[in-house]
């Protein structure tokens, strides 16, 4: 059975230093399997207008596409030209919640995130995305 | 010439027409808008407050009662029965994760919430203790009790027969259901009384949606501000709601959504305040509530009075059985619609049990009321009680919160005009379903309606309050009139799907997703 790994990666380009570490770590395990994964934030518990509620699935669906095509696709090109098998997934929900849960249904061995420097209000009174991950997660993180 | 342009010269012009216009002339506009309307809507309303031959008991009121009892008992109290799993479902615990992303069930209840609480919970309670005493209030809840089976019933059949186009967007309520739902049980009349209730809809959108939320804003900026014609409030209002629905622009929509809840519970907490610093006084409340509810203590109309006070008002505040809900709840994900019913049936809980409680309880503990101290009853001002300051509506709740925390009505000022917008929104929202539902699904006819809509507010601000609450309760209850009707051929529908779903859910195949 193989080894997968997960990567969480958010668009930005500093994503590529988890991408880069988990690309070694595939190669030194070799039979090896990378997971990209991007959570798209989503509360089921905000406030929306009728007419939000009305176009929710068809924007849930523009919103998938979108992050699939520009954020999981040039990842996924990358690693398939370094001959690395690679497969996307796009989520909605908590980052850390949405993380940890498809690591879980995907039996994966380990989550590959990249340190993030936000320090918003928010960040500090209910700690990071990455901070939230390591506390919950059920398998080990690796915080580039 | 551009947008901006545009919208400028509309604005600048109003301010000139606001200076020019003098407080004589402006009046004289009022009264004529106020004459007109109540000639107009006068046989309407008449014919859905009609007393039942010999009484003055009149059959609108008797006909919501008999269908939430009804639905209470066919449903075997379902309201009690599934109120733990309601919260649950609200809590997400039986959601599938896969479908993060979606509206959820909370997402659905706030919406739908929203549209309901408001003014009837401020205003409405206002009028039911002014005219009914205290006792109305015992009537409210038990109608909010009862309507809880109400709810879930029509919202159950709003998501089982709503439309799901291909573009991915959803349409549904009482005119999707009952045409449907009479087509598969194979009963005639589905598409005709389908038909008749989008009209009751776009007149209730009109009427309690639309004019009663402009013309309470307007007297609770005019309580804070002093007197001033109606018609400029509406001319306000108007300007915004229209940048809203036709302009599309979702921000000023986006914060009234988050504004209303923090409003909610600011409301609810001040009602609490008040509550417990009088605190000596509740049991006090609480006795009159449940006297007045058999004897009327004096109140005009005696214990018949204060009980049609207090399901009209609940009514009006709740909607239960008025069908508008099932238009809101029906854009939740789910492949269970009775889920969403269970969901639902916290509504009328919320709003009335609670909220209009809480201020019957505020307005009873203020002393507001006049009471003659000899007698111990209420002082009559014609059909209503003596109030300080001969308040009502509005302005009684804000006066009974005003004596508990004197900063408080300028508070409540901005919650009305808040409630009164997001109400607004919802129902323009509900009354567009309805349009399209008769006139196709085009641009035209979405823009056409919009427009009516705004036309309205102005026409609500400016007509006095007797005219325009009388054709907004007619308008409301005739949307009951119909979808009840339907409902009642509809009900073994829900109950196939009840009694699938508990066989289900106890054998362990409706999988809870969270512990």
């Known amino acids: 059975m193989s080894t997968k790994l997960i990567i969480g990666v958010d668009g930005e380009s500093s994503d590529n230093r988890a991408i880069e570490f988990a690309s070694k770590l595939s190669t030194q395990i070799g039979n090896c399997e990378l997971i990209v994964v991007y959570v798209i934030e989503w509360s089921p518990f905000s406030f929306q207008t009728n007419e939000e509620n009305a176009e929710r699935h068809k924007r849930r669906e523009e919103e998938t596409e979108l992050a699939t095509n520009r954020i999981i696709a040039p990842v996924l090109k990358k690693l398939e030209a370094a001959n690395i098998k690679a497969s996307g997934i796009v989520t909605h929900g908590n980052v850390a919640d949405a993380l940890n849960r498809v690591a879980k249904e995907q039996n994966a061995d380990q989550i590959i995130v990249r340190r993030t420097s936000d320090a918003s209000i928010k960040t500090r009174i209910f700690g990071s995305s990455v901070a939230n991950l390591v506390m919950e997660s059920t398998i080990p993180v690796t915080v580039i | ?515």
Request: net charge neutral; charged share 10%; with cysteine.
């Open chain 2, 1 to 515: 010439m551009k947008l901006n342009q545009k919208l400028m010269l509309i604005i600048s012009s109003l301010f000139l027409m606001i200076s020019n216009a003098s407080a004589e002339q402006a009046t004289s506009l009022d009264a004529r808008v106020n004459e007109v309307f109540a000639n107009f809507t006068g046989p309407f309303v008449n014919f859905i407050f009609a007393p039942l031959y010999g009484t003055n008991f009149p059959w609108i009121v008797l006909w919501l009662v008999v269908a939430a009892s009804i639905f209470t008992v066919y449903f075997g109290f379902v309201q009690f029965r599934f109120f733990g799993h309601a919260i649950a479902l609200v809590k997400g615990d039986y959601s599938n994760p896969d479908d993060a992303g979606e509206v959820s069930h909370f997402q659905a209840l706030a919406t739908a919430l929203s549209g309901t609480v408001g003014l009837g919970n401020i205003a409405g309670v206002g009028v039911a203790v002014a005219i009914g005493g205290p006792g109305a209030t015992f009537w409210m809840i038990t109608a909010g009790l009862l309507g809880m089976a109400a709810k879930f019933t029509e919202c159950t059949l709003g998501v089982k027969y709503r439309n799901e186009y291909d573009n991915g967007t959803v349409s549904g309520g009482p005119m999707y259901y009952i045409s449907k739902g009479f087509k598969e049980r194979g009963l005639f009349g589905g598409k005709f009384l389908a038909v008749l209730f989008s009209i009751f809809c776009i007149l209730g959108a009109f009427g309690g949606g639309n004019m009663f939320q402009a013309n309470q804003a307007h007297a609770a900026i005019s309580g804070i501000t002093g007197d001033y014609p109606g018609w400029i409030t509406g001319i306000i209002f108007a300007v915004i709601v229209f940048v809203v629905i036709v302009g599309g622009v979702k921000s000023i929509a986006r914060v009234t959504e988050k504004i209303v809840p923090i409003m909610g519970v600011l409301y609810v907490g001040a009602a609490l305040v008040i509550l417990m610093v009088n605190y000596d006084k509740i049991g006090w409340a609480f006795n009159e509530i449940f006297t007045g509810a058999f004897t009327g203590l004096g109140v005009a109309g005696g214990f018949v009075g204060a009980l049609i006070q207090g399901f009209k008002r609940a009514a009006f505040s709740n909607e239960a059985g008025v069908g508008s809900a099932a238009i809101a709840h029906s854009a939740v994900k789910t492949k269970e619609p009775i889920t969403e019913g269970f969901v639902s049936l916290l509504e009328p809980l919320i709003d009335t049990v609670v909220i209009c409680t809480m201020t019957a309880l505020v307005i009873t503990i203020s002393g507001q009321l006049i009471s003659d101290p000899a007698t111990g009853l209420y002082v009559l001002d014609g059909a209503r009680i003596a109030t300080v300051d001969n308040n009502t509506g509005v302005a009684l709740t804000s006066a009974a919160f005003g004596a508990g925390i004197s900063w408080f009505p300028y508070l409540l000022g901005v919650a009305v005009i808040m409630f009164a917008f997001s109400t607004m929104i919802s129902w323009s929202y509900y009354g567009l379903k309805a349009w399209t539902y008769l006139f196709g699904e085009s641009k035209n006819a979405e823009l056409s309606f919009k427009i009516l809509f705004c036309i309205f507010i102005v026409i609500g601000a400016a007509a006095s309050l007797g005219p325009v609450i009388d054709f907004s309760d007619a308008a409301i209850f005739a949307m009951a009139v119909v979808n009840i009707f339907a409902i009642y051929f509809l009900m073994p529908i829900v109950k196939k799907e009840l009694v699938s779903y508990v066989t289900r859910l106890k054998n362990g195949e409706i999988k809870k997703y969270k512990n």
